[in-house]
């Protein structure tokens, strides 16, 4: 059973960077999607970037400020993020696929880790 398991959540001032880690386990579908996901209190969950063997897609919060990549050897998902802002503060989640980016959809999800960005 795949289990995503993410790291890196940390408090950080406003300007600073943070790298996720997200490690899955015995996901053998490296070339689907993963994607990193993330839920502010009161507000939906909303996609940061994902990433297949074809596509990187990032969505207009994340774009020049957070890299999306993969660690193979690692079996892990990673997201860098800089120059954060008091509005990045979430939820971060993993998440992964048996499928391409496309279709959007994720059966495998983490418990999430805890970003807090301070000014």
């Known amino acids: 059973q795949v289990q995503p398991v993410e790291s890196g959540g940390d408090s950080v001032q406003a300007g600073g960077s943070l790298r996720l880690s997200c490690v899955l386990s015995g996901y053998i579908y490296t070339k689907f999607c993963m994607g990193w996901f993330r839920q502010a209190p009161g507000k939906e969950r909303e996609e940061i970037a994902v990433?297949?063997?074809?596509?990187?897609t990032y969505q207009d919060s994340a774009k020049g400020r957070f890299t999306i990549f993969k660690d193979y050897h690692k079996e892990t998902l990673l997201l860098q993020m800089n120059n954060l802002k008091v509005e990045d503060t979430a939820m971060y989640y993993c998440?992964?696929?048996?499928?391409?980016?496309?279709?959007?959809?994720?059966?495998?999800w983490g418990q999430g880790t805890q970003v807090t960005v301070f000014s």
């Open positions: 998440a992964a696929s048996r499928d391409y980016c496309w279709t959007r959809q994720f059966g495998y």
């Open positions: 990433i297949d063997a074809d596509t990187t």
